[in-house]
């Protein structure tokens, strides 16, 4: 056992050295990154978003540097990004999701947002790696992670209506009843998704737990500023098929043959 | 040893004064001289939310019973808490007028609730009940006063009818909004054309405007602080435009909360400097290696209308500060007063500030705001009759700066 925590211990420290010369140096020569390995990131499944954690967010959404999560759209002129980010995963785990919206949507930033530190530093230098693996495209340069609480911190990141969409992918279950305040979507939270939405700004859900989703249904159908998208609105939509397939938790559902449950809701002028 | 008063209010043209000591509310009358016309106590158990749960327990089991004619379970047994259970810290946590000052309204903490009282010449006629799910913190009325927001400790906000004799079930009650934060107040306010706003603050240094009744739409955040906010008040003199806060940074915040931007920021780390005391030093677990970090917070911001200055309490603090708000929110330190003993809390009408301090007596005072001249008010502060047994450390829930944040990892 302590072998193998000495040896995750090594892994880790490696990949900060990596991660500190990589985040600073944009286009680092022959430097060879390879993606990296999961299971020395592995982590408790939940966090407790109401504890006060050691976080880092912006006091407001101007104060934020995005230079150095999207370093390949710094205009040089400004040293600011030359765009705003559009699509947010909250609670992106792995990073599955990001990694295969990054060539759906290559002129949209794309933000992964997770509470866990490991699993965060996993997504980033998986990140960090394809883009180096990918630097004559530049393939990858538009998506990024950051670790903090999106139930607290959201709108110190986002303006009012900056966003077009947000993805809820197989969040935390909280079956509990005293627990559900834990939920990523109550009522009350809705109108801060509302609020950093833009009007027809879309709010994507899957999830494999049936109670979850009619939660989810419920409180998004009696949000005044929600409204539900049709089932073949799901069908044809790219981004649906997308989140079916390529987060890891999709993946292991499939793998187990379980059900996946999805509703999507468009933002509405109030 | 008697229980200070942990709240005190005061009417508009300070006629009357309302005095919350632990579990009891006083009502006095003025402005001469203040006499105690009525007072009110909780007499609701502290156990209130073991009992209820008892309750529930027992009609399932009999529901059982009927259903099943036996059943494996042993009947519930009363909750009772043990020996060593920590005693239950009963309050009223807040005390408002409603804005035509014909009711007024409390929080308890037996069964936390939002209790309604009509004033008829001074007494206390009591409206209605409604226990909430959670500890609350603060109360705010709607313009119109047909509703009470009432923010709690889970960082929602519910609405409750002020008049309407229903009570909810607790179970259904739905906050109207919430923040995922403790929240430390609640002010509706309107914009001067017929548009109404909630203002909610939060540990989390958010200052959240919505829409109201249509709270679910959030008009802006105001974005300053960097630590807890504390207190929030709209100077009347403003014309709905000005917004003040404070809380526990360096600096008192004031916003153009239509526009949503930030007016000034004054700064008042040296003006308290010659006021702090051991009292004021961080606790130890967070103390520096030289042990001088002091640590200091506003506890309260009060208006005061008649002079177009605001009185700022702080935290464990033997002094406040007036502080003059121009028309368009310009801050300046008008000055600072040393007081005998530390400062729990205040409330100021016409040109009178009521005081109410820590000590062994006399707690209470009263400041002439044209000549800063004061008194003590020992026929009010003798008619509060709630004990206080000093081991159990009441006063810690009054600590503003316990609301810092102290993360760890």
């Given at each position: 056992m302590s072998d193998r925590q000495s040896k995750r211990k090594q892994y880790r420290e490696a990949k900060e050295e990596s991660r500190q010369v990589l985040k600073h140096a944009?286009?680092?020569?022959?430097?060879e990154v390879s993606l990296p390995k999961k299971r020395f990131y592995r982590q408790r499944a939940h966090s407790n978003p109401f504890s006060d954690h050691k976080l880092e967010y912006p006091r407001n959404p101007d104060a934020m540097d995005w230079g150095r999560y999207?370093?390949?759209?710094?205009?040089?002129?400004?040293?600011?990004?030359?765009r705003r980010v559009e699509i947010a995963d909250i609670g992106?785990?792995?990073g599955g999701l990001l990694v295969d919206l990054a060539p759906q949507f290559p002129e949209q930033l794309i933000l992964g947002m997770e509470i866990r530190v490991q699993v965060t530093k996993y997504v980033e230098d998986r990140i960090l790696a394809l883009r180096q693996q990918h630097k004559d495209t530049n393939a990858y340069q538009n998506i990024s992670v950051i670790r903090g609480n999106a139930m607290k911190f959201l709108p110190n990141f986002f303006h009012k209506a900056q966003l077009s969409k947000m993805f809820f992918c197989f969040?935390?279950?909280?079956?509990k009843q005293r627990k559900h305040?834990?939920?990523?979507?109550?009522a009350t939270l809705l109108s801060e998704y509302a609020y950093v939405l833009r009007e027809g700004g879309v709010v994507y859900t899957i999830t494999d737990v049936e109670d979850l989703h009619q939660w989810m249904v419920s409180h998004l159908d009696e949000h005044p500023l929600f409204e539900r998208l049709s089932k073949e609105w799901e069908d044809q939509d790219v981004c649906v098929a997308t989140m079916r397939e390529s987060t890891e938790e999709g993946k292991k559902v499939a793998r187990n043959n379980g059900d996946k449950f999805v509703a999507c809701y468009r933002r509405i002028a109030v | 040893m008697k229980h200070p008063f942990q709240k005190v209010l005061l009417n508009s043209d300070a006629s009357l004064l309302f005095a919350a000591a632990g579990n009891k509310v006083y009502v006095f009358s003025g402005p001469e001289s203040w006499k105690l016309v009525d007072s009110w106590v909780?007499?609701?158990?502290?156990n209130y939310s073991l009992i209820k749960e008892y309750e529930a327990r027992i009609q399932r089991y009999e529901q059982e019973v009927k259903e099943s004619?036996?059943?494996?379970h042993r009947p519930p047994k009363v909750p009772t808490p043990g020996a060593?259970?920590?005693a239950k810290i009963c309050y009223i946590r807040d005390i408002q007028l409603s804005r035509n000052e014909k009711y007024l309204i409390l929080t308890t903490d037996t069964d936390k609730a939002v209790v309604v009282f009509e004033i008829i010449d001074g007494h206390l006629k009591e409206v209605k009940r409604q226990p909430l799910p959670k500890r609350t913190c603060s109360i705010t009325t709607s313009l119109d006063d047909t509703k009470i927001l009432v923010g709690d400790k889970f960082g929602d906000v519910y609405s409750v009818d002020?008049?309407?004799?229903e009570i909810v079930s607790e179970k259904d009650l739905v906050p109207v909004l919430g923040h995922v934060s403790m929240l430390t107040s609640v002010l509706n306010i309107g914009n001067g054309s017929g548009k109404e706003f909630v203002i909610t603050t939060d540990r989390d240094e958010h200052i959240r405007i919505s829409q109201f009744?249509?709270?679910?739409v959030i008009e802006n955040w105001l974005f300053e602080h960097e630590e807890f906010i504390s207190s929030i008040v709209a100077p009347q003199w403003c014309d709905n435009k000005v917004l003040i806060s404070a809380g526990g940074d360096k600096f008192i915040c004031s916003w153009n909360w239509q526009e949503g931007s930030l007016v000034d920021k004054f700064d008042y780390s040296a003006d308290i400097e010659p006021f702090?005391?051991?009292?004021?030093?961080?606790p130890s677990r967070f103390q520096n290696e030289e042990g001088d970090l002091m640590e200091y917070a506003v506890s309260q911001l009060i208006q005061v209308p008649k002079l177009n200055k605001l009185v700022v309490l702080f935290d464990r603090l033997a002094a406040f500060f007036v502080v003059s708000v121009s028309a368009d929110g310009k801050l300046a330190l008008d000055k600072s007063v040393s007081v005998s003993s530390t400062i729990i809390c205040g409330a100021a009408n016409n040109n009178r500030l009521i005081l109410s301090v820590k000590g062994d007596e006399n707690c209470l005072l009263e400041y002439?705001?044209?000549?800063?001249e004061h008194k003590e008010l020992t026929e009010v502060y003798g008619c509060n009759d709630v004990e206080w047994?000093?081991?159990?450390?009441?006063f810690a829930s009054f600590s503003?700066?316990?609301?810092?944040k102290r993360s760890e990892h």
């Open positions: 944009r286009f680092e020569e022959s430097q999207y370093p390949g759209y710094v205009d040089p002129e400004t040293g600011k990004l030359d992106c785990g792995f969040p935390d279950p909280h079956f305040k834990a939920r990523i979507v109550t | 909780d007499t609701v158990d502290p004619g036996s059943t494996d060593g259970a920590p002020t008049l309407d004799p009744p249509k709270s679910y702090l005391t051991a009292e004021n030093l961080a002439n705001l044209e000549n800063w047994n000093e081991k159990g450390d009441l503003v700066n316990q609301l810092r």
